[in-house]
């Protein structure tokens, strides 16, 4: 921070209170962009809804808000019905749910976009409040954006990331430790990713608060059986290695130009705090860095957290850099003029935008789910149909359709994935499964295996078909 002082005695720039409510701060762009990104550019609100596990999230927390009571056994399937369910982020359904119940999926959507737009807030904020140049922080949020891209969806994960962010801030700036209990229990009841709480706050050294936050994960409606559940389901090899989002980030995926950088800032930063004497922070990074490479589902959360450590203390040594010192005092006095800027009135009126703006037809896209063949399904007989279009059948039809499996892995487990592969992939056996569950009706992708399969069988014969699905009926 050499130089800084000098800089801050150097500028008088005065914002009257007027202009500092209606002029943009940096933060509040980075919130507008966010936002706007996730609502109406890139792939637009539909984005976040490629995924349909968000149906039968929506489906529980509406079950949950008109029910009052959490559901303790399975009421989705037919495989397992009846058969114990945790479900673990019943509060992120019930909060779903209520924006569902409220405006659809376009509420839905708002809220998703605004923990989202939020968490690059946030992270902002916290890099900047660490002394991160304010030119290096818009260059990491970039990086920020299109890496958390991958896993814009609305599903609880938005939430964590909040989560994380609070914890890192408190630890950070040593404030707030004793208030993180209540923050630690209610992210146990949103979201599995819970113990990266404790974890943040004991690589920093805090072990007494590290401890409470983590006893404070126990208050939950399952007691421990939450955390047992969490282990056994993420030690289980066929679910890490079968479940696309566990394994490792593909680098031929478009845009992964985000996740090289990312991972470069993030390496560059860890070396820079280690050579700083900042420990805690660099276990933390090394231990999010490893997370990262194992599994594409940590990358976001590895780019909420390490951007901002990253930009700070990357700026930090290149304050000691003669090259780059004009450009560095340059930055720290627009920094100071952007200090005083508050910008209160643009952050209401990107919210209303967004509230007025939104796409009140919104549903999921026609061209990854079975829309047009939803409506087509025989009325009597069980379905069958892949993993992915499990929940959204189940959102389509308010659970009265039992569906064989969702996107629910923890709860089906790998017996009843191994089944299902047998009939997905068409392998020897694939007939005695559809008869051992009773399935009528199966609705599949119009190029998939099983629909050649299906066509040349006796026992079957296609009474739908469209650009996207086919649906095949068992005769007789």
Known sequence: MSGYPQVIRAVNFEVDSLASALLPGFCTVVFAVALLNVLFFSQGAQGLFRDSDTGWHI??????????????????????????????????????????????????????????????????????SLGGNLFFTAAAMVVLLQTTSIHWLARPHVFSWLFALVFLACAEHKRFLYALPVVACLWANMHGSFLLGPAILFAYGFFGPSLLALLATFINPYGWHLHEHIFTYLQTDYLMDHIAEFRSFSFHSAGAWSVELLLLISVLGTLALLKQRRFGPALLAVGLLHASMYSARHLPTTAVILLPLGVAALTREARSWPSLRQMLEYSDRVRIIDQKIWGVAPMILIVLFAIVARDRDLNFDAAKFPVRAANFIPSAGRVF????????????????????????????????????????????????????????????????????????????????????????????
Not at 105 to 125: E, H, N, P
Not at 393 to 414: A, E
């Open 59 to 128: 489906l529980n927390g509406e079950n949950i808000l008109s029910t009052g009571t959490l559901p303790r056994v399975d009421t989705f399937s037919y495989t397992h019905g009846g058969q114990p369910w945790l479900a673990w982020e019943w509060m992120s359904d019930a909060l779903l749910g209520a924006a569902h119940h409220l405006a659809g999926l376009s509420g839905v959507a708002l809220l998703a976009g605004f923990a989202i737009a939020l968490t690059a807030w946030g992270a902002a904020r916290l890099s900047l």
């Open 385 to 476: 149909t892949k993993d992915q279009w499990g929940g959204y059948l189940l959102y389509r039809f308010g659970g009265q359709r039992k569906v064989f499996i969702d996107g629910r892995s923890d709860f089906y487990g790998q017996g009843l994935l191994e089944t299902y592969a047998e009939v997905a992939d068409v392998k020897p056996g694939w007939q005695t499964v559809l008869k051992q569950y009773d399935v009528r009706v199966v609705l599949i992708p119009v190029d998939h295996a099983l629909a050649s399969a299906l066509q040349l069988s006796p026992e079957w014969k296609r009474v739908y078909t469209d650009s996207m699905a086919t649906i095949f009926e068992r005769v007789g």
